[in-house]
């Protein structure tokens, strides 16, 4: 990784901590549990990297940061929803997320589900009260995409076919269709609401929209690899569940080696989708290696 890449990350990733921090409900503030639940669930833990792909495309379509921010943060807490509903006891079952107790452990299962309701809420309150663009039909047009995105026909819809693929063998495609809208349709909509802020015309849009979805494809894939090759501290929540429980994967179905081509094809796919972007597109690019190389 480029040093410059790094601190590119690493200061968008302090500067969205402290977004975030003001954008959500302070803890002192009634019903004070509920409020300190969805902090502890958002702040001070993940990559960002939803967050990050978001500035990348608006820095490709000369965004406002301002209206990144809060577009990036949609994206983030649906993202921190969808895990805390994850992690309880009636779906994955998991203690453990981001190296801390997962929300419910630490508070109480009905909090954390409220949690999950509340942020999912907060996230279309933020993107219908702050200005995202110029024109208000493309502001519309970006809050649907993100109700897409999460909703049944994506990633909500990913989740279902999740659930009940447990124990069953999937086909490659069958895995693929569930992986593309269970975590793919977010990761594809944060690139798009990223360049929605600025300027993007039509036609960048349909190659963002393909490096949208080859890149959330990849993501989930290496995923399953870390999954399957890395410890519970290395990733802060507990390796090796796929096996566990009995979850179709890509390691699952190709086993480590070919999962691990697959998340290079499609790392090689992503890139030439942006083969048509200049300079503008580099922190994409650097983004697509860091989901492909990283280790957690
Ligand atoms: C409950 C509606 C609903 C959906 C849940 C996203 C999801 C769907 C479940 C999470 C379980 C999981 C391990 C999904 C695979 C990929 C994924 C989304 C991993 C977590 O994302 P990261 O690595 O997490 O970006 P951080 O903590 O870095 O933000």
């Not at 993100?146 to 495609?173: C, F, H, N, W, Y």
Request: a negative charge.
């Amino acid at each position: 990784m480029r040093a410059d890449f790094s601190a590119w990350m690493a200061s968008h990733q302090s500067g969205f901590e402290d977004v975030l921090r003001n954008l959500l409900p302070q803890g002192d503030i009634a019903p004070e549990r509920l409020h300190q639940a969805m902090r502890y669930s958002v702040l001070d833990g993940g990559k960002r990297v939803r967050p990050l792909l978001a500035f990348a495309a608006g820095e490709l379509s000369s965004a406002d940061v301002a209206r990144v921010n809060i577009a990036a943060a949609a994206v983030e807490l649906i993202h921190a929803y969808s895990l805390v509903h994850d992690d309880m006891p009636c779906m994955d079952d998991d203690v453990l997320r981001r190296g801390k107790p997962t929300c419910h452990v630490q508070y109480d299962e009905a909090t954390a589900l409220l949690v999950g309701d509340s942020l999912q809420s907060l996230s279309f309150q933020l993107l219908s009260e702050h200005r995202l663009c110029d024109d208000p039909a493309t502001q519309l047009a970006m809050i649907r995409l993100l109700a897409e995105a999460s909703g049944s026909r994506g990633m909500a819809g990913g989740q279902a076919i999740d659930l009940m693929s447990v124990g069953k063998q999937l086909t490659l495609p069958e895995l693929e269709f569930m992986h593309i809208h269970k975590t793919g349709a977010l990761i594809r909509a944060a690139v798009l609401l990223g360049a929605q802020c600025g300027n993007a015309s039509a036609d960048q849009l349909q190659r963002l929209d393909r490096f949208g979805k080859c890149v959330g494809l990849a993501f989930q894939v290496v995923d399953d690899v870390l999954d399957a090759s890395e410890d519970t501290a290395t990733l802060g929540k507990t390796a090796g569940k796929d096996a566990e429980f009995g979850k179709p994967t890509y390691v699952s179905l190709l086993g480590l080696q070919e999962a691990r081509k697959m998340a290079e094809s499609l790392h090689r796919d992503a890139l030439e989708a942006l083969s048509g972007f200049g300079p503008e597109a580099g922190r994409l690019r650097e983004l697509a290696d860091f989901i492909v190389l990283r280790k957690f």
